[in-house]
């Protein structure tokens, strides 16, 4: 859901931040007020164009940022900010940020985050769907009007398995198109194959033998100077007149003396026994350190070439020797394939003729399910549309499906068939696709209507309503406003409506207002409750009279009876 919106120097809203609650929230006001800011605040985090003329006069940018608490969608939503490199939600809240200025600079920000357009297009396509004269509706795409029946039908694990089979399909046709070459392609490839598996099997590379090559000849090219070192060392602890040993010894005569002399001088003489122990390991370490140096020219050189090798295999191959092995495993595998691509031909044209039969047993079985649920939906979405005030309306839905006749037919995930809502408002007139409605508010209504009978089916958590209630009233509105609230049990929906009955239903009733601060004229809104809401509704209703108070206060009566 949405939490909060903050708009900052957007047409006539100069800083204003809102917190939206839960179920059914109304937006009312008096025309011209602003209540249209709110949806253009909303559709520029969507990642729709941003017009600079809607820049606040005398400001140099406009900021629009929103928070959503995502719990039911954490999984796609992180997943989606995962593929775009960016942070994950934190405690399931999604922050979204976009900034434009009038010299053209247009920023946008995911969880504090710098992305792109497309990336708020692609979050908004999951968060929010706008009803009303706006580009912005999830059910006029024929994909997802498909994904909406088979929701409604529960066909979700057969559409999977058509699915499933369809990615199969690709993968075996992608076998098949690597082995179909022609003859002098097919006898480069075989060339190269060979040349590459031979090149990498003869140098018998093992995983973790890099390291060791390069420390083994790091100590071999400084043979020489390792040599001279520890021999030097040698001579300072034993071999030299002046020895560390010989000075040592010395030292204990020394020390023995003054022990007879002085019994407490028995832990110095102690120390230095264990200090000339010391340096005898010493001599005898570096003496076995000597003898393993070795200055043989031929074991260098091999230990170059070796190395030289392998970094020729991982210029060629790839960034380590565990990647070089794995290359050479899958160019040995191909190889294979291609020496014995007749019998590989075969054996993947029968794969392909089975699955070509699967999935159009899949398929038809797909398609009649589909049949079977739209005159279902179709009857449900009819209810739902006469209390709306279409008593005399039609709903359906046109399926066309793929013929196996048709050679040209290339198999989409989805199934063999496309769909068409849709709608005729009026008997007599033909039906058309829902994408062809051109009023607004017999769109948001029909919407209103589906969205009612796909409640528990739709993923989308905000839903936003505009016009909803153009050209109705009575019954009616009062219709829509009860559809809104129990809209409002499952999923958060905004509303900006002009009628009394739609606003007196909501859980929450906000009222934007325009007032004169410093000589401008600026849009704000707040959440009114108790008295104010029974003015605003008498307002609504056509004035302050006590009668029109007494009739705000019998729609709310009547709003929290149901």
Known sequence: MLTTLRIKNLALVADLTLDFQRGFNAISGETGAGKSILIGALTLLLGERADRTLIRSGADSCTVEAIFEVARLAPRVNELLAENGLEACDENQLLLKRTFSATGANRQFVNGSPTTLAVLKALGELLVDIHGPHDHQSLLHAPKQLAILDAFGGLQELRASFGDLVRRRGEVEAKKSALIVDEKTYAQQLDLLRFQTNEISTAKLQPDEAAQLEQDFHRASNAARLLELSQAALAALGEDENALLTQAGAVGRSLQELQRLDTSAAPLLELHQQTTETLRELQSELSRYVDRIDLDPARLRELEERLNLIQSLKRKYGATVAEVIAFGEAAAEKLRQLEQRDDELARLNAELKQLDADLWKTGRELSAQRRKVIPKLSKAAAKQLADLGFKQSHFGVALQSVAMSDSRAAFSANGLDTVEFQFAPNPGEPARPLRAIASSGEMARVMLALKTVLAAQDEIPVLVFDEVDANIGGETAQAVGAKMRQLGEQRQVLCITHLAPVAAAADSHY??????????????????????????????????????????????????DQ
């Open 511 to 560: 009222v934007v207002s325009k007032s004169m601060k410093e000589g401008r004229t600026v849009s704000q809104i707040e959440l009114v409750n108790g008295l104010q809401r029974v003015e605003e509704l008498a307002r609504m209703l056509g004035g302050q009279s006590e009668a029109a108070r007494k009739h705000a206060q019998a729609l709310l009566k009547s709003a929290s």
